[in-house]
């Protein structure tokens, strides 16, 4: 039996028999997060659409800007107008000490023990999709949420390359198996990082208003959670 702590950071309702799982660090979440991730669900058939900020992830060197409870806060505002959804903060500790990385199959299996019945998909763009190789006991991740891949501008938008370039790291059936995974979402370019860098007075500002949702950008600002300058 999972303990009560964990069922609160699994805000799933009781009826949900399909979940499409999505991890990142969400530093900030902008609009091609939202906008891709639901029509993923949709696209998929799914039930429900579980998003999890990630405490740090295994392959950034730098752990998030904003902090956990600011990163939740966001997402929270970035996704309250989609009825389907939640936030789940089962990979985040607590705010005092060293947090161990997450690695998604153990954030994975917690939630198959958690959820008894339930099936799991598991959302990512194309540029995970392609180091996917290197993830921890990814054959493990692929038997627990079978990956479903957002196309990103320059990865995977042309599926015959995305297919050849897997190929580097799977056989071919496996390299076609991804590109059957690939989903038919629109590409948007939008990135975290050209938000933060925006924040920090490079690039173009414009990508503030373009890509993050004004809630989230009050947010931001009224809390001034990229004052501090990025590195
Ligand atoms: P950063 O620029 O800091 O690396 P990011 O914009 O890639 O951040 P993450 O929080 O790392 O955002 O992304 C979470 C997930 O969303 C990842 O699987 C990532 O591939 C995917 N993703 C992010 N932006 C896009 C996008 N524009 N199109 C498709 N997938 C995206």
Redesign the pocket.
Known sequence: MPSASSRDAIPVPADVRTLLI??????P??L??VT??IAARDALGLDWLLVIP?GR?PF?SNAPIANDSHRVSMLERAFSDDARSSVSTIELGTETGERPPSYTVDTLRRLRDALPGVSMRL???????LSFHRWREFEAIISLAEPAV????GDAEDPTRFEQEMLAHWSPEEAARWRQRLLG?P??????????EAFAGRGDRGVLDRSLDPRVLAYIREHGVYDRPCD
């Open positions: 999505f991890g990142g660090s969400f530093d979440p902008h091609a997060h891709l991730s990630a992830s950034k959302l990512i763009g194309a540029d995970q999709a957002m196309p990103r501008p979402v590409t948007l370019d939008v990135s975290a990082t050209a938000i933060r």
